[in-house]
Each structure stands twice: as C-alpha cells, then as structure tokens.
C-alpha cells in the first residue's frame, strides 16, 4: 500500500485547480490527432529507431509519437498554452492495452501513459515558470476501440468482444501510468458507451484505494448525432444519472458535433448535473474530405454565449480546433463569471436509455 497522502506539489496543483475554477472559466487544449497530420509524419516517425522491425505499420498509431517524436507533442503541448489553455490533456487517447492491439503493441500502455503524463507535465511547468500561472494535466482515457453494450455482428445480438473487467483491468493500468507519470487529473472522455465509461470509473477508484492517491476526476461524453444520444442510446440526463455516483470533478460533452448543434445538450446538462459542466466541441461537422473549416472567431462566438447563459465552467476544442481556436475560446470567456452549480432536491434518480425521477411525496 502506498503512502495515503498525495505528493505536496500535486496537493498544490490540486488546490490550485479547485480554486481557479471557483473564480473563473477555465480552458482545456484543442485537438492532437489534426495538429500532428500537419507535421506531414511519416512511417519511419512513426517507428523511431526502437520500433523500427515492427511486423505492423504503425502510422496513424498517434500516441506512440510521445515515445518517437516526443519533441513533436512537446511542441503541440507549448503551442496550446501559449493561446492560453489551462489544461493540457496528455497524448494517451488510444493508450490503452484495448486499444493498442490494433498495432499489436498492447505491452506498451503503461509506458504510452507515463510518457505522455511526463511530457504534458513538463510543458505545464515550464509555462507555470514564465508566467507563475499554475496549468493543469488531465490524464485522457479514451473510450478503448471496442464496445462493451453493443454487438460488433449485426447477426448476433447478444455477441461482445470485450468485457467489463477487460475494460477495467486495462483502465487500472493505463490510469497507473498517468498517476506516476505527473497528471494532475483523470479525464475520462468522449464516452459512446456507458458500460465503458462504468469500467473506467470503477478502475479510477480502484486505483485510488490501491494507491492512496485521489485526483480530480472529470467525465465528458459525446452524443453521436443530432438524436440527442449516445452511441449506446442515452439521453444526455440518463448519461448523467449513470455516472454521477463517481462525484467527478466535472462532466461534459465533447466531440461529434460543432458547438451548434451541441448547445441544447450542454444546456440540458448544465440543468441536471451538480458539478462543474465541461464541453469541447469539433469544429463544426467534417466536410467532404474529413477536415473541419469553421473559423476560430466561428466556434468562440457560441462558446461566448454559452458562457454569458451561465451554461458552463470548461470549455476548449475537439477535432479540427487548433491553437488559434484556443485562443479565441480564451480570449471570449475571459472575465465571464463561471456557472454556478445548482442546488438540487435529493430524489431517487435513476437511468436507462432514459431518466427516472421519482417524485416527492
């Protein structure tokens, strides 16, 4: 069992965190995937030299670059602080074992999550050293490449090809790594399916009794269309009502659709959830070719709005945003009071597809 009382420069970051986001909005960093396609990388980036006989083509595997192309995230990292981003979410969206054996590089993910902590860590704290600015790393666990509530054979509705302790198992590692590694936050994000999202929260708070140590936990999900759901046929409240036994830090929505179309979803959230409310949507809806084209001034006008209806307390960019998205997003919410939480009635709450409240008597 590991010492009970966390390292006093996480405390520090921590209360540092708690204490920003009572005064003010805080931004968290744009996308990584669209950034690092214009750095034009090659295989041979990809491979490095220590991967360099790999039997499998590993380009396109983003977050193996924390390990050959360190400089590269490093620099992603430098360039969303500078347009003012409080939290950088480190490069590990697709570092889980699940995940990695897309490549066949599933031994990896512990190191994926490390280094990616260590890089992001890095690149807070010089920033923090010009500026004395505290900046926040929040440790990203993607959503895994495989789906524990719906089938993947249309023919078999019943079929799964992971399960829930696969899930958290390879979440218990993957959290293990960005802990050591330096995160400041456990960000579990763009979630389609709940089950996942139940498995990685399950390991979250496993690791945390295992451990002693406890970080802020944000959540944010994705709905997937303009039906209002998730992938797996939640309603934004039901989506609430399931994970809010985790007390997160925040929840949110992230991903999918532009700002847009994603404002009554977060409205709707900001109406039930008691938390922080967090969103960093795309930049509009991809076109033709799968870029996005909406203007920084474009997405930073919504978000603005969002903030000035007392919608939200964390915003930023998904797909297609960039640096200069961030800054515009900064920019627009600075010295816009952040929303306050609502003070609901105690009721039984509970969740399928769709919310159940039972009524006071």
């Known amino acids: 069992m590991a010492d009970r009382q966390e390292p006093a420069e996480r405390q520090r970051r921590i209360r540092a965190l708690e204490k920003a986001a009572a005064e003010r909005i805080l931004v968290i960093d744009g996308a990584m995937g669209s950034m690092i396609q214009g750095y034009r990388l090659t295989e041979e980036d990809f491979r490095g030299e220590r991967f360099r006989d790999h039997h499998q083509d590993l380009q396109g595997n983003n977050d193996l670059l924390t390990l050959t192309r360190p400089d590269v995230i490093r620099e992603i990292h430098a360039a969303y602080l500078e347009a003012g981003a409080d939290i950088l979410e480190t490069n590990t969206f697709n570092s889980t074992s699940i995940s990695q054996q897309d490549y066949d590089l599933p031994e990896l993910a512990y190191e994926l999550n490390f280094a990616g902590a260590v890089v992001a860590r890095a690149a807070c704290d010089a920033a923090e050293a010009k500026d004395g600015k505290p900046r926040f790393v929040a440790g990203a666990l993607g959503p895994t490449s495989k789906t524990a509530s719906i089938s993947p054979d249309v023919n078999d509705p019943g079929a799964r090809n992971v399960s829930f302790d696969d899930l958290r198992l390879a979440y218990l590692d993957a959290v293990r790594g960005l802990v050591d590694g330096g995160a400041d936050i456990i960000l579990v994000e763009t979630i389609f399916d709940t089950l996942n999202a139940k498995a990685a929260l399950f390991a979250v708070d496993e690791y945390f009794e295992i451990s002693g140590a406890r970080l802020p936990v944000m959540v944010s999900g994705t709905i997937t269309d303009r039906s209002g759901r998730t992938l797996s046929g939640q309603t934004t409240e039901a989506f609430w009502n399931s994970i809010r036994h985790a007390k997160p830090f925040s929840v949110g929505l992230n991903c999918a659709l532009g700002a847009d179309l994603m404002r009554p979803y977060v409205a709707e959230l900001s109406r039930v959830a008691d938390v922080l409310v967090s969103s960093y949507p795309n930049a509009g809806l991809p076109n033709a070719f799968g870029g996005y084209d909406e203007a920084p001034e474009t997405t930073a006008a919504h978000l603005r709005e969002w903030a000035g209806s007392g919608l939200v307390n964390i915003v930023g960019g998904c797909c297609g945003t960039?640096?200069?998205?961030?800054?515009?997003?900064?920019?627009?919410?600075?010295?816009?009071?952040?929303?306050?939480?609502?003070?609901?009635?105690?009721?039984?709450?509970?969740?399928?597809?769709?919310?159940?409240?039972?009524?006071a008597f």
């Open 322 to 359: 960039t640096p200069a998205h961030i800054k515009a997003i900064a920019d627009s919410v600075r010295g816009v009071a952040p929303r306050p939480l609502p003070d609901r009635p105690v009721r039984l709450r509970l969740s399928g597809l769709e919310p159940f409240e039972l009524p």
